[in-house]
């Protein structure tokens, strides 16, 4: 729809189930009883006054008769149940994502077993948290053979620093005797990439699902009054006075915070500092402060699903430290 101010949009569309307007959580729509049979439909407005219907059929009166026509129409959440009892097209409406499709299918498979998970625990807290452990368990092979590539890659750290040293300014000298080390001691460079890559969309796929799932909306827990909210552990109402950021701090939350904790030693397990630039170390402080401030207004069910991935991969990290086959090849000895 058109900003306010901008012409605003008058469409006619032919043929339809329903046609319906939604925000984050609900949707009003309206349809012929029972998706009997086609509608056509009109919308206007702008994004801030909308407006939209149905056509009734053309029909003649004749004196002193009636004429009536139904619709059935939808005032609810975007709650998969609620959606297939009114009209199993209606889940249409439900979309966590507009492209790629695929997206937008493994979004509902979560959080179909989002609300399986709640069936056994009766709390939606929870079961983000064991959602989080089913999805991280089922990634693992792919995180274990990152943090074995990650892990590999620090081993020879050393000696990548000593070729650079003895090839100064020729690139190219360094670049091929690079490439040797890699090859000699079995060192994929791109190793902790693709598999990190592959994971992508599913806790893409999570993160949108949690944020736009009514489930989420009002639910409770430990000190959580609305896992679709901030946590807001204790008011600070003096904070509102602080210029531009007063807003924001108004409310302490917990789970940004122990985010950043957990981040700063997930770092600390993943990377080594000997190995490390100026610049790379510099990165590596700020970038668990800025996730920090940015998630620090996002939902608390948002935050905790961050939380517990970040802890589960601190654990993984501590298994794969323990395991001897995750270090580079040893280095070849040269023949006499």
């Known amino acids: 729809m058109p900003d306010e101010g901008e012409t605003a949009e008058n469409r006619h569309i032919n043929n339809l189930d329903w046609i319906g307007f939604r925000t984050k959580y609900f949707l009003a729509s309206i349809q012929s ?4 049979a086609p509608v056509d439909g009109w919308v206007s407005g702008t994004q801030e006054r909308v407006r939209f219907g149905v056509k009734t059929r053309r029909f003649v009166v004749e004196p002193n008769a009636t004429h009536s026509a139904s619709f059935q129409v939808y005032l609810g959440p975007m709650h998969l149940e609620d959606l297939e009892d009114a009209n199993p097209t209606l889940l249409k409406a439900l979309t966590f994502f507009d492209y790629p499709n695929f997206l937008d299918s493994f979004s509902k498979l979560l959080l179909r077993n989002m609300k399986w998970w709640y069936s056994f625990c009766g709390n939606y807290g929870v079961s983000i948290i064991l959602l989080t452990v089913l999805v991280r368990l089922l990634m693992f092979p792919l995180t274990f053979k990152s943090m074995k590539s990650m892990k590999a890659m620090q081993t020879v750290q050393p000696e990548i620093a000593a070729l650079k040293e003895k090839h ?5 000298a360094f670049a091929k005797a690079q490439m040797d080390l890699f090859r000699e001691r079995g060192v994929n460079p791109l190793g902790g990439c693709l598999p990190m890559f592959l994971q992508m969309p ?4 999570l993160y949108r699902m949690i944020m736009y799932a009514f489930e989420i909306r009002g639910a409770k827990f430990l000190w959580i009054e609305d896992l679709s909210l901030p946590d807001h552990f204790f008011h600070m109402p ?11 701090l108004e409310y302490l939350n917990i789970l940004p915070l122990l985010m950043v904790v957990a981040m700063v030693f997930s770092m600390k397990l993943t990377s080594s500092s000997a190995s490390q630039t100026p610049q790379q170390q510099i990165m590596m402080r700020i970038m668990p402060v800025f996730f920090g401030v940015i998630s620090y207004s996002f939902s608390a069910g948002l935050n905790l699903y961050v939380l517990t991935s970040t802890i589960l ?16 090849a040893p280095k070849k000895k040269s023949k006499s």
């Open 33 to 36: 009883p029972d998706g009997v």
């Open 168 to 172: 100064g300014d020729d690139q190219q």
């Open 202 to 205: 599913i806790f893409i796929s």
């Open 238 to 248: 003096f904070m509102s006075a602080v210029p531009i950021l007063g807003k924001y």
């Open 313 to 328: 991969g601190i654990v993984q990290q501590q298994v794969i430290n323990r395991i001897k086959t995750s270090e580079a």
